[in-house]
């Protein structure tokens, strides 16, 4: 079993029980095994979910810091950056089109087109073309949320407004902004049950 990182809660932001599968149907599957994936944890079937849907990729054949062995991994407990959540809500949101830009894009940095997309959707990012000093840092679980309700409504929510849509939708197992702790950093265990979570609220 992996060793989270010391200072992450593991039950952070609990799944919602007996939503195992979009619409009750066969549950996903992954091509390949991952030492990491831990099924007792709050966000194992939530990242099997979202590995399926191709919304974020697992590390294969890397060095395990736990067994020193070469494995495939997942690393529920690595921090996300504001350009990694983009692909995550655009691959969700906007599938073709994030593929159509990828595959003609030919700038030198990897998330060119994603920025392309947020300055087309009015997404409230950090980071610009021309500025891509934020792109590669830490993102908040604030940041998340304003950037995922921002694209729901179509226009920028402020991220007071965001942390209230997460909690009156039960996207958050958290009942009021502090407990939401907006100023954390976000992990890819995090990302995955609130992007789940998320689906399953517009799938009612």
Do not use: C
Request: hydrophobic share 30%.
């Amino acid at each position: 079993m992996p060793i989270p990182d010391s200072d992450v809660e593991v039950d952070f932001d609990k799944p919602k029980e007996d939503e195992d599968s979009d619409d009750g149907s066969k549950e996903p599957q992954l091509d390949l095994e991952y030492a990491d994936l831990d099924l007792q944890a709050y966000w194992g079937k939530d990242m099997i979910w979202a590995v399926d849907r191709g919304l974020i990729s697992g590390y294969k054949d890397v060095k395990n810091p736990i067994t020193g062995e070469k494995e495939n991994l997942l690393k529920p407990y690595g921090t996300l950056t504001e350009a990694q959540f983009l692909t995550i809500l655009l691959n969700y949101t906007e599938p073709e089109e994030m593929d159509k830009k990828l595959k003609n894009s030919n700038h030198s940095y990897w998330a060119y087109p994603q920025y392309e997309l947020a300055l087309q959707y009015n997404l409230p990012t950090l980071a610009s073309i021309g500025d891509w000093s934020s792109a590669d840092k830490p993102i908040t679980r604030g940041k998340m949320a304003q950037l995922l309700v921002s694209k729901y409504y179509g226009k920028v929510a402020p991220e007071k407004s965001a942390m209230d849509f997460f909690i009156e939708n039960n996207i958050t197992s958290k009942d009021d902004y502090q407990d939401f702790r907006p100023d954390d950093t976000l992990t890819r265990a995090h990302v995955v049950t609130f992007m789940k979570n998320y689906h399953d609220t517009l799938n009612k």
